[in-house]
């Protein structure tokens, strides 16, 4: 019940395209959804994030769909660029500490020129 | 620099060795916390603390895990015995309370070998 799953597992998109994520989760507790990108040999750096009493959240060229009845939520890339060449992760945790939080396994997200 | 800081950056010992990593998390960040991220994986809870006592230690894989952080700020991950399937990139993050609105910071992690 504590998993979150993650698809695709890598994705390969142009330049200027969309880039698009999904997550789905078990754990009807967890109520805080960020998503984190990783650069080789760095850690992960929080990218956006989204409650559930909300459907969308918008940061720039990043934005959040969130469906709290089917239990999924997905990243959107728009305008892809390959300075975001890199993997992203979902995650997912609740209750009275939000930074313990269930990741899922990564995409490893590639832009090409 | 501002963020936090881990050391070694790499750490390569022999399976039966004891290792000790070391994580310097923001000034004034009250949260601490340790994840460990095995290759092509999502990072995966160890431990967490709130200023010096470990809040919840219930993603330890088992005893010959243990981490401290006596003073409220510097945390260490000790490993004993460590065996081949420690080997791992073992990630500090700190925050600077628990609430939802209060983001992790994560460092770059020591990619620790067994070998």
């Known amino acids: 019940q504590q998993q979150v799953k993650q698809s695709p597992q890598s994705l390969i998109v142009q330049k200027g395209g969309i880039s698009i994520i999904n997550c789905a989760y078990e754990?009807?507790?967890?109520?805080?959804f960020p998503w984190y990108q990783q650069f080789p040999g760095k850690g992960p750096a929080l990218l956006i994030a989204i409650r559930p009493d909300v459907s969308e959240k918008k940061e720039g060229r990043f934005t959040i769909s969130f469906n709290k009845s089917a239990k999924q939520f997905s990243l959107h890339i728009m305008d892809s660029q390959p300075g975001d060449s890199a993997t992203y992760f979902c995650?997912?945790?609740?209750?009275?500490?939000?930074?313990?939080?269930?990741f899922g396994q990564g995409t490893i997200l590639t832009v090409h020129p | 620099g501002a963020g936090v800081s881990q050391t070694p950056s790499n750490k390569v010992t022999e399976k039966g060795k004891y290792v000790e990593l070391r994580c310097d998390p923001i000034?004034?960040?009250?949260?601490l916390y340790w994840y460990r991220q095995s290759l092509g994986q999502g990072p995966e809870f160890l431990i967490y603390f709130q200023g010096t006592g470990a809040a919840d230690d219930s993603g330890l894989p088992n005893d010959r895990f243990f981490a401290v952080r006596p003073e409220g700020s510097v945390s260490t991950l000790k490993i004993q015995r460590t065996e081949r399937g420690d080997s791992a990139v073992y990630l500090c993050a700190s925050s600077a309370r628990t609430g939802q609105h209060s983001p992790l910071h994560f460092g770059n992690g020591t990619r620790l070998t067994v070998t």
């Open positions: 995650a997912a945790t609740g209750g009275t500490s939000y930074g313990k939080l269930t």
């Open positions: 000034s004034g960040h009250t949260a």
């Open positions: 754990n009807t507790a967890f109520d805080y």
